[in-house]
């Protein structure tokens, strides 16, 4: 058993567990960084908007594709065509991506070690069990941060949780090449939620989420029918977070991404999510103040995903309410608006406003 000591751990190194380090590290505080499999690749669209590259100083060499446009189909096969070409959205290969950001954790000054983080304990400060191929480690912190994903062994230890979560069937299909972002909608193919077909770095991928488990393998033969796509490869599945409300710091533990459920509802986008969150902890760490953590994120982001969880509940619902979502689509201000409040551009409340507006009229 070896025994270690560091100021900050960090469980998981995914995005938002390497960004923990890197922001660790631009501050001097000292950090360990455990991960579980170092040549793993994350289930993943790979879907990064372009503003994260300076915000987070990532590597635009990592950039596999630049998506210029979004297409939004109907239940009734109606389609809107969204123009992003100002703000593109690019496509990354999620192995690589992590891989990248881990090594520039270490070149900063974290130590990556491989294994896997099995249990937590609390005495004064916490401590974490991890066991890799060769040896066992015991490891004390003064503060754990949590990135470890939607299965987060450290949420089940320390607080007999797990992430409220759904099921994602998807698959990469070989030598296809599309230029748009797609979005599905129909109660027949993803129910509540939608179907997606992505630009891949190698062709196209596509998938569907569902929280019917008995249902999700029809709904994927029906998109399949319904897009005309032919597989190339195997089905897989994996679970993705579903926001309900946050969860923060407990027990000088520290919460971020997939861990702490944060995907955006509606368009389940994690991978900014995941390193701002973790941007934020640091910060938090930084001062001191773990409260900040929440108040902050608070202050940034929980009317975003409110705002967002009504749309799906509203627009989601069911085939009537999803065409009438594709119609507003195609009115080039409710893009605008639409766009602005992805980006963050424009401020909540005209958002907010101009929502409720449109939702007037097309609901009338
Ligand atoms: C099918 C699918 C498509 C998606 N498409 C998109 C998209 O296009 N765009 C987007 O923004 N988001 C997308 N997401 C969501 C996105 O993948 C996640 O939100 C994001 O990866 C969260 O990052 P994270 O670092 O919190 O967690 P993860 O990326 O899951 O990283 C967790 C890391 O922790 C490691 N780990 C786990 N347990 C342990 C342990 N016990 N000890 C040590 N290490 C451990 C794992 O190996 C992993 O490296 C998609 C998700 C799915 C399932």
């Not at 032919?230 to 923060?248: A, H, M, N, S």
């Not at 009504?310 to 080039?332: A, G, I, M």
């Amino acid at each position: 058993m070896e025994k270690l000591n560091c100021t900050v751990l960090v469980v998981g190194g995914g995005p938002a567990g390497a960004t923990a380090c890197r922001e660790l590290n631009r501050l001097g505080i000292n950090n360990i960084l455990l991960e579980k499999d170092l040549s793993f690749s994350k289930p993943c669209g790979g879907g990064l908007m372009l503003s994260a590259y300076s915000e987070f100083n990532i590597p635009k060499s990592l950039i596999k594709k630049e998506v210029k446009s979004i297409k939004i189909v109907s239940p009734k096969l109606n389609k809107a065509l969204v123009d992003i070409s100002k703000y593109p959205l690019t496509i990354v290969n999620r192995c690589e991506f992590d891989a990248k950001l881990r090594d520039l954790a270490k070149e900063g000054g974290t130590e990556v070690i491989e294994a896997k983080a099995y249990n937590i304990k609390m005495e004064k400060t916490p401590i974490v069990l991890a066991k890799s191929k060769e040896k066992k480690f015991e490891i004390t912190a003064k503060y754990i941060i949590a990135s470890d994903g939607v299965k987060s062994t450290i949420r089940k230890k320390l607080l007999n949780q797990t992430p409220s979560r759904i099921l994602t069937y998807y698959s990469d299909i070989k030598d296809i090449k599309i230029d748009s972002c797609q979005f599905w909608f129909g109660d027949n193919i993803s129910p509540k939620h939608y179907s997606w077909i992505f630009p891949h770095h190698n062709g196209i991928n596509i998938g569907l989420a569902s929280n019917n488990k008995k249902k999700i393998g029809v709904y994927f033969k029906n998109f399949l029918n319904k897009s005309g796509l032919k597989l190339t490869d195997k089905v897989k599945g994996y679970y993705i977070p579903y926001w309900e409300k946050g969860i923060f710091f407990e027990k000088n533990v520290f919460f971020v991404g997939d861990s702490a459920s944060m995907v955006l509802p509606f368009t389940y986008e994690g991978i900014y999510y995941a390193m701002k969150s973790s941007s934020l902890a640091v910060k938090a760490i930084a001062e001191d103040d773990p409260s900040l953590y929440q108040k902050e994120w608070e202050r940034l982001y929980l009317k975003k995903f409110k705002f967002l969880k009504t749309v799906q509940k509203l627009f989601l619902r069911n085939d009537y309410f999803s065409e009438k979502l594709v119609k507003l689509y195609q009115n080039p201000s409710f893009q605008r608006a639409v766009i602005g409040y992805w980006l963050g551009t424009k401020a909540p409340s005209s958002k907010f406003g101009a929502f409720w507006k449109f939702l007037k009229v097309i609901l009338k």
